[in-house]
């Protein structure tokens, strides 16, 4: 399992101890509304084709060796993501289901919880559309 964007790498479970989940997107198109003179209610319709977000959030769990391990993780990483992220999304489940995203931005990080030696770290995106499993490299 796995989680990166453009050419970094969020999650990665090389070693056993990352757990993935990513949520339901949430899809916002773009809609124009229109406000009738004399008409108690707009008109509403369709928007441009552009404008078209996917919004989602993806929990990882960590599960580190020792409290000071976990206790070190979390302020190198943010730093590390404070530039920002963008690119292509790609994510590849237990059973090597990979699904992607063009144009993806990482919209935020933030820790959900620590119980133990596991973290729980919510990274927040906002991406384009949704690439096929054969165009993933």
Known sequence: MYLKIG?????????GSVSITAKRPKLTL??????????RYARNSKGRPHGIAFEFTVEVVRRFADYYS?????????????SGAEGILV??????????YENTVLNGVEVLGEIGVSTTIAYKFTAGKPIDDKFID
């Not at 773009?30 to 003179?37: F, L, S, V």
């Not at 206790?71 to 190198?76: A, I, Q, R, S």
């Open 7 to 15: 050419d970094t790498t969020l999650a990665d479970d090389s070693d």
């Open 30 to 39: 773009a809609t124009r509304t229109i406000d009738i003179i004399g008409s």
């Open 70 to 82: 976990a206790e070190k993780f979390v302020l190198p990483h943010f730093a590390n993501l404070a």
């Open 91 to 100: 994510c590849q489940n237990k059973l090597g289901w990979r699904c992607g």
